[in-house]
């Protein structure tokens, strides 16, 4: 079992930025794939990011590519997502999520087996 909890969100002009974190319990982290999604009011959930196991691999939608990184800290079981140059449209609530399966279906919501809370994040124009 893991248990997820993000923290960072708020509320920034364009431009701005933030970093989110996802501190996760148990002794496991490292066998666990780390994904970011997020959902914008009246839309579906959409994938933002995904870290490896390792750290080594990175995927990322299109909309972020070059604005958000991920990463994590294996000794601190947590994943970060840095989200630099943000604008009004990554208005969201990002949740992050872990999973153990096939790093194929990684951008894939239904294939994440835990769930966050989700925090909050509001760019302003």
């Known amino acids: 079992q893991v248990q997820l909890v993000e923290s960072g969100g708020g509320s920034v002009q364009a431009g701005g930025s933030l970093r989110l974190s996802c501190s996760t319990t148990?002794?496991?982290?490292?066998?666990?794939?780390m994904g970011w999604f997020r959902q914008a009011p009246g839309k579906e959930r959409e994938f933002v990011a995904v870290?490896?196991?390792?750290?080594?691999?990175?995927d990322y939608t299109d909309s972020v590519k070059g604005r958000f990184t991920v990463s994590r800290d294996n000794a601190k079981n947590t994943v970060y997502l840095q989200m630099n140059e943000l604008k009004p449209e990554d208005t969201a609530i990002y949740s992050c999520?872990?999973?153990?399966?096939?790093?194929?279906?990684?951008?894939?919501?239904?294939?994440?087996?835990?769930w966050g809370q989700g925090t909050q994040v509001t760019v302003s124009s």
């Open positions: 148990g002794r496991t982290f490292l066998g666990y794939f």
């Open positions: 870290i490896s196991r390792s750290g080594m691999s990175t």
């Open positions: 999520a872990a999973d153990r399966g096939e790093w194929s279906r990684r951008s894939l919501a239904h294939a994440y087996a835990y």
